[in-house]
Every structure is written in C-alpha cells, then in structure tokens.
C-alpha cells in the first residue's frame, strides 16, 4: 500500500485532550477548519517531494502516512484479513491484526510513545505506538500525535494482554502498533467533542464538586451535529435498541400470521380529518401526507389478508412542541379480524409486548447499560399477563387522589401521569392497558360499546405513565360509519372509496397503532423523543 | 347467540353462477347498490317482528340469521373455538367445527340443498346445506340461498370427507352446515366479481374457443376496486411474497451485522437535486419528500453505525407513465463501510439475492403456485455466484448483436431487456450485476474509478433484462464531494450538513438501493408494478 509521509504534521494544531475550552463550533467555524484541513492536505501534496527525499532518512517511512486517494478509490482488492475491534480479545494475543476505525483520543506520554484509543461500532481499543527498532521511528510517532481526533485509521499490530485492566475502552487486550495509516483526516476542531457528548449527569456533579469546568452539549447541539452526536456509546445504543424493538414487532407478528403491508403515504383530501395534515400537491390533484396508514390497513382487512401489519412513516403536521411529540415518525401499525371482542387485539397487545420487553431485557444488555451509563433509569415494571383497567376505573382512582376528571372527557398529560403513580402504586406495574374509552375523544371509525354509545370499545396503553398505543374495535358497517363521519364533521365524499370497502362484506376487525421511538423512549425512561429519532422533525426542526 | 331471520331473502336478487353478464359497476351503481341493501336490512329489520312470530313455525329458526349489530360490538366473549379453514383435514372428520369466512359461492342444487364455498385467506371449503329434521329447515335453505356472495358468515358444522375429490377449493374436506349466521352481508352486485379477477389468458382463450363470454377485469377496474380485487388468490400470494422478500433482506442483513434505520422523508429544499420531487410547505420551510434515504444512510455511517439498511417509502414526482415506475414505492436501503473495494458491497448484493431467490423457491411454493395459475411464468435463471460484467463488455456484447450504444451514456430501456436477452443466451441466467458505469450517468455522490474519470465505482443489478438495484462507491472525501456537486449543477449549499458530515472522519462506504415492488414483479414475471403495490401511485392515480 503506497502512502505519503506528512513531514508537516507538527503544522495541525496539537491535541489536548484535557482542554476545557468549549468546543462549540459555528456553521462557518466548520468551513473555515475544513479549509484549514483541505490547506493542510494540499500543502503535504506539496511538501510530498520533500517527504520521499526525507523519507530515505526514515528507514520505516512505509510503515505510516495518509493513504493516496487512489488507494480508496476501489483500485484493489489487497486479499488482506481484516479484524473487528469487537473481535479483539486475549485468544488473539501474539497475533499480528489489521484493523480501522476512529482515532478516538491520542494521548502522547513523551516524544517517543504515544497511546491511541481505537473505535469502531461501539467498540474501542487501545493503540500503543513506541519508537523501536524493527519499524517504529521517531517521525512515526510525531505522525501519530498529528492525528486529529476521530480520523479514519488503519492500524496494523500485535495483540498483547496488559498487565493492569484498561480502563475506558471495551476491549481488555493491547495493540502494539507497527503500521498506521490515516484513511480520512477529521478536521482538527470538531463541532462536538464525542467524549463531553458522552457524559452523563454524575460526571457534571462531581465536576462541579472539585471544581473541574466541563462542557455541556445541548440537545440543539447535538442534533445540529447529529453525525458526531450520533457516536456516543449512549446513541449507538439506542438506536440498535429501536432496531430491535421493530424485529420483535415484526417476529412476533409474522409467527402469529399476520402479514406485513406498505400503504400509500400520499393520499387524496385530508387523510383522516383535522387541520394537522402536511397538504401538498400531487400532479394537479389536493392530497396530503397520510396521518396514519388507518384507513389503509383497515382495507387490507376488506381486501382478505385477515391480519397484517405496517411498519412506516407517519406524519403529524400539529403545532405541538412537547417532548413527546414529532411531526414525522415511524409508526408500528397493526390490524385484524376479530370473532367476537376487541380484547383479543388487547390480547396481542399484551403478549406482544411483554416478549418484547422481556428479549430486550434479556438481550440487550449492553444496550441498556450503555443507556444507563449516560442516562441512569429504572428498569421497566411490567406484570406477566397485563392489567387492564377502565377508562371509569381510571377516573375513580384519580377521583379519590383528589384529581378531578371529566368522565366523559380525555385525560391530560398531567392525569395520565398522575394516573401512571397511583397504578404503579396499587398495582406494581409501569404498563397497563385503559380501556372503554368514552366516544367523543375517539376517532369517527371508533366502534361504539354495545351497551353505552357514550363510551367505545377502545382502549390506550400506558407506559410510565405516558401513551404509547392507541387501539379500537373499528366500525365495520358502512351505515354506521357514514353516520359516524359525520357526526364527526367529516365530509363522506372524501373517503367514499374507504367506506365502500365495507359494503363488500367486511369482517369485524380491530386493530392499534404505536409510535416506535415513544416504544424506545419509555421502555429506558429518556426524557426527550428527539433522543430516539436519528434526524428529528418538530415543528422548528427540518434540518438536517 | 341471537338472531333476526329474514323472511324477505326472496326480495335479493338471486345468484346466478353461470350469469356472464358483466358485472363491473360504476361508483355510481355501487352506491346504488349500497343503497338498495340498505332499504333491504331495514326492511329485514321493520319485519323482524313478523320473523319472530313465523319463527314460531320454524323449529329451527335459532340455527340461522343475520347477527344483530350489538352481537359483533364485542358484547361477550363466549368461550367458542373457532377452527381456521386453512386447518380443516380428514383428521377432523366428524368433529363439529365453527368457522369464519366470505362466502366465495352459493350454489343452490334444489331447494333443499344448497352448496357454499366459505373463504378465509387463500383457504377455500365447500359447506353443504342440507334439509334434515335435527337441524335444517326449509327456510334456513332459502335463507342460504339469499345470501350475497362475499357476505361474511359463521358456519358450524360437522366436518365430513367427500367421495369425490372438490375441485374448486383449497381444502379436501366438507362441512355439513348445522347452523349459519351473517356478519354483514355484502352488496348483492359487487363491482367485480372475484372469479373474474382471478382468471387466467388460459381460461379466455379456452372460452373463446367454445365461445363463452367471459367477463375480463381491467387493471384500472381492479385498482378501483383494490379490495375486492385483493382478494384472488395470485394476489394473495404476490402481496405475502412481498411480505417475505422484505423479511428475507432484513433478515440476511441483521445476521451480516447491519442495523435497521429510519431516516426522515420530509427533507429541506429538494432532496437530491433534480425536478421530480414533490414540494410542500413545512412550518414555513420549503420542503420535499425523500427521492430516497440516500444522503442520511450516508451520514448514518458517518455517525458510525458501520452497516445500516432501510425499508421506508421513496417519492418520485416523475412523469412516468410506465409499467414499471410509480410516484411512491417502498424502497429497500443498504449502505455500509467498505474496507478496499465497492465489490464489498457487490458480495452483499450477491450473497443476499441468492439466498431471497432460494428462500422463495423453497419456502413460498403454494403462493407461486397461485400467482402461476392466473399470470403464467418461468422460473427466474440465476447462478451460484452472480455473473458481473462491466459496462463496457455491455456496451461490446450490444455491438456484436448490432445494437450501438454510446460508451460514456446509458442504456435505455430496450438495450437493457436486449443485453438481459443476450446474458441470458451466453451465461444461462436472468440476474446478473453490471458495474463500472460511465461517471457522466450516476448521481454526483457517485466515486470515480482510480483509473479513469470518465467511469465510476458503480453497478446495475438485472433481473430479466430490467435493473432493480442501483449502487456504487460514495465520495467520502469532502473536497471531491463538493467539487462533484458543483459539476452536477447542485446547489452545495442546500446539502452543506450532508458534505460537512465528511469533514469529522468519515470511513470509506457503498451501497444500494432496491424498489421492493419491483423484486417482486420481476421474480414472478409480472408485466405491470401496479400489480405488486397494494394501492399504488402513478401521475394519475391517487385513489383509493
């Protein structure tokens, strides 16, 4: 592999890996360091005459350097072994191993040593790099310390084991450096630095106890740097968390028969009704964004597929800038034919996911203790088979805390948290099931109960004490559902395709609709659903 | 369980297997229709009274009837056992049995006999209804008889194993009705029927030859009327084929270490550049839908996620009016780091699609089998290790066949079914990989060939002569990034996040992406990607 010696390194600014000095770059700080980088790279271009001529003076000058662009521009395939930083344990001691990933930190001892901590996924090695006499040069070292911080590198080297454990870094072994290649140059000042992204609310109060300033990143911040916020062990976990939240919702749905659908997004009118629906125009024709794929699936069910299940984007255009609303999310959505009663969409609920909490308590581990490092909470309290309580019941509890709920009304943020106590209190339990919902706060295609058409065969599930899952038997009689949509205000027109679906001969059916990051966010107690989105939308936030 | 008992069935009209009468109706007439059933259940309801006392004359009059509405408003829940009709084998010969289903056919021999075929799913069952003096009365038959097709009815009965093997039905077993009751019943007329939506060209061409007339559903039609269109048995299977090949790609990609993202498709300014976006206003923004996940999967690696897919709706505001573009389809993401060479990513693909086109050979025979009777077609030729040829050697085999194609331009759609044909002929299979295109024809974030800038690190994947996948090599390199941008007449502005992403250590990366409608259209030979969209979107329709 050809490389390039940088004779220039001591020309990027020194790393100091216990400055304090906030960070924080703007938009046009980040061009101004990437043109300070891009100078720097073509003044090594440059001085790469002078580099091969001085070269001769380093017998090891192979053994290190940026690698040419022609060399990741697919020129070979080298046939070399590569091995995962995950991968590195004490069976590998003695081996020589190639690996990439970020030069997380580069901590220099003397002129002669420098340590580099290696990350790769959430994995992390440590780098030793000391001036020897088989391939390690002085100048190698200096090219070492040069690095910037979350460059691309290719370490080749020897596994040892320590002899004290490493603190800091995933992996107990060693890597005695004998090759380093920088593969992408990080500019020097990064907008976000990983590690005060990373700390958790402990760090700060033991700093503040000795005294020690640490920069804090703000949840705007981090977001406007998503790709470097993205790389805390925090993140990285959650994000493998949401993915396996949708396996288990799909796992466990395919294994009961349901049948995985895609319904359209772009739809005519106004989806389901209301103001809070993203309109645009569609070749001439009004539509808008669906608000959920309701009305679709709902005509899988008349079209025959008996259960099925979506898993896709949602979007709210409402106004709402809470922590628990997005105006663009995914949601996990599920339909079905009932025999006889809507608790056996309760039912699914129910088993559902109590498996998933129980897979990801018992497999997720790492995930979760990544969480917790940054952001401690408590694990889920959940019961094996799922308390369901009525909405009335849920009115009386909160009656006799003195918290005062119309019967016929919803329950607000606060009495749904509130409620959220007095069950965990009573019942021993973060996730419950409120059912028999009165009709009014539902939408028109709300099944009415049979004995109260004040009230509907609907239900909410709770999770902390906060909504995660709204589901229903649904109206399956055309008659009924016209005279619903309009008591609803609904102009029939306008879904006239969706309530002739159930004049073809539609079975009872029901169904529910959950929001995966609300399933990530309060499954580990975060605070903020933009936590869970890799690229929020709310209503000031488009980019990036 | 109660029930009304209609006296007036005689007032439907009577069900005629044999009418070729063409039966597709306008909105109009479906409304009319609805209409008509609707004076009908109320006139069924004002003489229910007199129904209660002739019932008196009818030892049986429990055993039949239309469910009352409280009945399916999740009244109770009775304990009953329902057995699924995909289930029912000679092992339950003589067990009594409850099922669920449309009523696919009603076929009176006498009036004292009538034959129904019940439905559920893809599963088909003959009942046979048979005047006795434990059970069936005169009316219960003629209360059968009236029934419309596709209403939904419950069936108990006892399971009985015919002399002769049922032709017409999944399952070799009948049920010798003892009690039958309507869910809701469907409109006497429906707009299509769904034997004529399940016809194959074999079975015209035959009745042109005996010069039968027989009713022919276009695809417009159907599309009107997708739910009950929906429900033939090939598309059954081509919508749970499309259920498989998505769990198949996610599944192959979990066990390769990939992780599952969600990226938004509500994006600022106009996504990847070009005209075919769909515009909105956000909050105030101008906004667009996402062309595809392209520049977040990339700033996904960025964030250090090493190996992430997607499968989420795409948008394409495009004018085409082709069989195999649409506005909106559900597109099927890859993006990952490479470590020398975009044949990294090829592997994947390779390796991936091999093992989808096994799966579905093996494990999805009876759903092939469905869509083979109405749509005919040969199995898809593909090989152990996927064929790749360069562009070049293309553009060569296309010359040798007397087809000239320009060396630094694309193929257009006849030169890619025209090499798909010649491939075939040369190297005996359907699916092959060609890489190495012109520079000029892939998008701006495209990387060059090391060797030569007029081509690039990219690749088209054929099945039948038609591309599903598109992918190539990505420029990590910011400065390469840009200056690309700037030649492709983009904006670099509207995408600075996407580029600045590369300036804090970005690792060497490629992917693909695939339109999931159009595997599978292209593995069952399909002629029209309207067929593999549950409700799809072109510049004309958006609706239902």
């Known amino acids: 592999m050809a490389s390039t010696k940088p004779e220039s390194s001591q020309t990027s600014p020194s790393v100091d890996e216990n400055s304090s000095e906030p960070l924080n770059l703007s938009k046009k700080q980040v061009k101004k360091e990437a043109q300070k980088a891009e100078r720097l790279r073509k003044q090594q ?13 380093d017998p090891f000058s192979g053994n290190y350097g940026d690698i040419l662009t022609e060399e990741i521009q697919s020129k070979a395939i080298s046939g070399r072994r590569w091995t995962e930083i995950g991968s590195l344990d004490i069976e590998l001691a003695g081996s020589t191993v190639l690996i990439r990933g970020a030069a997380q930190t580069i901590r220099p001892v003397s002129k002669k040593m420098v340590f580099l901590v290696v990350r790769h996924y959430v994995s992390t090695v440590q780098c030793v790099l000391v001036i020897n006499k088989e391939c390690v040069s002085p100048q190698m070292v200096k090219f070492a310390t040069g690095l910037s911080k979350e460059s691309i590198i290719d370490i080749e080297g020897v596994v040892s084991i320590p002899k004290d454990p490493i603190k800091g870094t ?9 090759k380093l290649f920088c593969v992408n140059r990080a500019v020097p000042n990064l907008p976000i630095n990983i590690e005060d992204a990373a700390r958790s609310e402990m760090e700060f109060e033991k700093a503040e106890q000795t005294g020690e300033q640490l920069v804090r990143v703000g949840q705007d911040t981090r977001l406007n740097y998503r790709v470097l916020d993205m790389r805390t062990p925090a993140n990285q976990a959650t994000f493998r968390i949401q993915c396996h939240v949708e396996n288990i919702f799909r796992r466990f749905l395919l294994s009961e028969g349901f049948v995985g659908i895609h319904t359209p997004k772009l739809v005519p009118g106004s989806s389901e009704g209301g103001a809070a629906v993203f309109k645009l125009d569609y070749k001439g024709q009004p539509a808008c964004l669906a608000q959920s794929p309701q009305l679709y699936k709902q005509m899988a069910i008349c079209g025959g597929f008996g259960r099925v299940f979506e898993v896709g984007s949602v979007f709210r255009a409402e106004d709402s800038y809470t922590h628990r609303h997005l105006c663009e999310f995914v949601g996990l959505d599920v339909e079905m034919e009932i025999k006889e009663h809507y608790f056996e969409v309760c039912d699914i609920v129910d088993r559902l996911f109590v498996a998933m909490f129980d897979y990801l308590n018992e497999n997720c581990k790492k995930e979760l203790d990544a969480i917790n490092r940054q952001y401690p909470f408590e694990p889920l309290k959940y019961l094996r088979k799922t308390l369901r309580l009525t909405f009335l019941e849920g009115v009386k509890m909160l009656k006799e805390a003195g918290v005062e709920v119309d019967p016929f009304g919803d329950l607000n943020t606060e009495a749904e948290k509130k409620l959220g106590q007095l069950v965990r209190e009573k019942y021993d339990t973060d996730f419950y099931i409120l059912y028999r919902y009165p009709l009014a706060v539902r939408p028109f295609y709300t099944m009415l109960c049979y004995d109260d058409p004040a009230y509907s065969n609907s239900f909410d599930v709770f999770v902390r004490g906060e909504e995660i899952i709204s589901g229903a038997q649904r109206i399956h009689l055309p ?7 309009e008591a609803c205000g609904i102009d029939v027109k306008t879904i006239s395709t969706y309530i002739d679906s159930f004049r073809y001969g539609a079975p009872p059916h029901g169904g529910f609709g959950v929001g995966l990051e609300r399933v990530v966010m309060l499954f580990c107690a975060l605070n903020n659903i933009r936590k869970t989105s890799l690229f929020p939308r709310d ?3 488009l980019v990036p």
């Open 45 to 57: 271009e440059v001085t790469a005459a002078a580099a091969v001529e001085s070269a001769e003076a």
């Open 170 to 178: 995933t992996q107990q072994v060693e890597v005695q450096v004998t």
């Open 539 to 541: 209503p000031q936030r």
């Open 479 to 485: 008659e009924l559902l016209t005279k619903r949509a």
